[in-house]
């Protein structure tokens, strides 16, 4: 079962339509980037009444602070009030940057979010988290807001770049580790070029509700879908400060094959399980290149997870496929090790 503000979106203009003609917003912006400006704007606006666009640079690199000053400086130039809705078009980086500015602006509008990349539809588009990287590290400002809407529709895929729809296989791949041991098991006959998103895409996003539904502020089990990301946000930092940035959900396959051995090894996953893991995704995602000078500081860069307590280290872990526990205790000198396992190959 999916929460109400969530819809599968056959007919996205449609649903959209539909849903704006209840005409209860003064005005209306539209948050793009040039991609999603191309691509799938068109997508949506027959049917759409009035509105204006709001256009901010694509990527990571921009999901920053001084970006929702230009987001606030549009709304405020053209007068938008607290009646006001944002529809956020776009991946994750349009999806949580405009949820955040949406939900400070004037203390808070209305905002709608249209996912346009895998990694959107299937994971940051779910949950209500919201935030901006600072100085060095992701999502370090942030709150959690709900948008009024998702409305999800496949047909988005169609424009992205394969290396896009790769990454964000990565959650895919981390909702059946944590909590689905028989989609696992199916993932090794599965090719990417040959998915149907209209069956992964729901079935992958009832996975992640049914842990944010029963714990909405990461008290306590929703912290197991960070499995993967505490070594992952770690080397997606150090690469983002590189001259060859990496998309998220490469950092994040990474930090799953990091984490899979910190599970044998502090939580029991059976050898079998890891190299099972490994294996499979080594088979999709391409090694990272993590030079020997750079370790030291990308552990050093775990330090700062969200997760942490008084300087200790926590790490959400899988004690067999399809069962993840969270709050363990990890040493750098065990990341290291992590790391290491990684880096063989
Ligand atoms: N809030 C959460 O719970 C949560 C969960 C996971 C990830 N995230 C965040 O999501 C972000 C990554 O999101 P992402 O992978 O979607 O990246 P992204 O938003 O940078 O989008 C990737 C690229 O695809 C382009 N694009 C988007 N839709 C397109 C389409 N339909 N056709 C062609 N091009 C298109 C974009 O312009 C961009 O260049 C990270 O910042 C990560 O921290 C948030
Ligand atoms: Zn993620």
């Not at 929703?222 to 930092?237: D, P, Q, V």
């Amino acid at each position: 079962m999916l929460a109400k503000n969530i819809l599968i979106s056959k007919d996205i203009s449609a649903d959209l339509g539909e849903f704006l003609d209840q005409g209860k917003y003064s005005q209306i912006g539209v948050l793009v980037d040039e991609n999603t400006l191309i691509h799938c704007y068109p997508q949506i606006t027959p049917g759409m009444p009035d509105h204006g666009i709001i256009e901010i640079p694509s990527g990571e690199v921009h999901k920053n602070l001084g970006t929702c000053q230009g987001i606030w400086d549009e709304l405020t130039q053209a007068s938008y009030d607290r009646n006001s809705l944002l529809i956020n078009l776009g991946g994750g980086v349009i999806g949580d940057m405009g949820g955040f500015s949406g939900a400070a602006y004037k203390r808070g509008i209305d905002f709608i979010n249209i996912p346009t990349t895998l990694l959107a539809q299937v994971d940051a588009s779910i949950g209500g988290k919201l935030g901006v990287d600072y100085k060095n590290f992701k999502n370090h400002i942030g709150f959690f807001k709900d948008p009024v809407r998702v409305l999800v529709n496949t047909g988005f895929l169609n424009t992205l770049d394969p290396r896009e729809i790769r990454s964000g296989f990565a959650e895919v791949i981390k909702h059946l580790l944590i909590i689905d041991p028989d989609g696992w098991s199916k993932l090794e006959t599965l090719d990417l070029e040959e998915m149907d998103w209209e069956k992964i895409v729901p079935h992958s996003i009832e996975l992640k509700y049914s842990i944010v539904r029963k714990d909405p502020t990461e008290k306590g089990l929703r912290k197991i879908l960070n499995f993967g990301h505490t070594i992952g946000h770690a080397l997606e930092s150090h690469f983002l400060n590189g001259s060859k940035p990496i998309l998220h959900g490469e950092a994040i396959a990474a930090g799953m094959v990091a984490e899979a051995y910190l599970s044998r090894k502090k939580v029991g996953l059976p050898e079998q399980e890891l190299e099972d893991i490994k294996t499979n995704i080594n088979r999709i995602f391409p090694q990272l290149d993590v030079k020997e000078e750079d370790q030291e500081s990308i552990i050093s860069n775990t330090v700062q997870d969200k997760k942490n307590r008084k300087g200790s280290i926590y790490f959400s872990l899988i004690e067999r496929i399809g069962k993840a526990v969270f709050d363990v205790e990890v040493s750098k000198s065990e990341i290291k090790e992590a790391l290491d396992f990684y880096l063989k190959g």
